[in-house]
Nanobody, 128 residues
Framework: QATLAESGGGLVQVGGALRLTCTAS????????SGWFRQAPGKEREFVSA????????FYSDSAKGRFTISRDNAKNTVYLQMNNLKPEDTAVYYC?????????????????????WGQGTQVTVSS
């Protein structure tokens, strides 16, 4: 497993932006897809976005599409989530995750199963 550390969360007003950063250590970064999930109070953790190990394909939840952008820098073992036009319903703890990019990843990237490493989470609060 890798050790993942998120940063960049905070308090922002509606319509504002934040960029989350996740830095991985403990194993090679290449060949591992990365993703972001979030968990709001009283709700289950849900998929937000994922990116293939080479960065060529990105996936988004319906709520993130058009507002969030995932990217990665393999030279820095880092993945980013740029969040624009934030809404109160985006308030949650955001978790970075990664897992080996097998053929199953493309079918199951919205689920937690393909991922074997998780960060501690960073709080994002959007005030209205």
């Amino acid at each position: 497993q890798a050790t993942l550390a998120e940063s960049g969360g905070g308090l922002v007003q509606v319509g504002g932006a934040l960029r989350l950063t996740c830095t991985a250590s403990g194993r090679g970064f290449s060949r591992y897809a990365s993703g972001w999930f979030r968990q709001a109070p009283g709700k289950e953790r849900e998929f937000v976005s994922a990116i293939t190990w080479n960065g060529l394909r990105q996936f988004y939840s319906d709520s993130a599409k058009g507002r969030f952008t995932i990217s990665r820098d393999n030279a820095k073992n880092t993945v980013y989530l740029q969040m624009n036009n934030l809404k109160p319903e985006d308030t949650a703890v955001y978790y970075c995750t990664e897992g080996l990019e097998t053929s199953d990843f493309y079918a199951y990237y919205r689920r937690e199963g393909p991922y074997d490493s998780w960060g501690q989470g960073t709080q994002v609060t959007v005030s209205s």
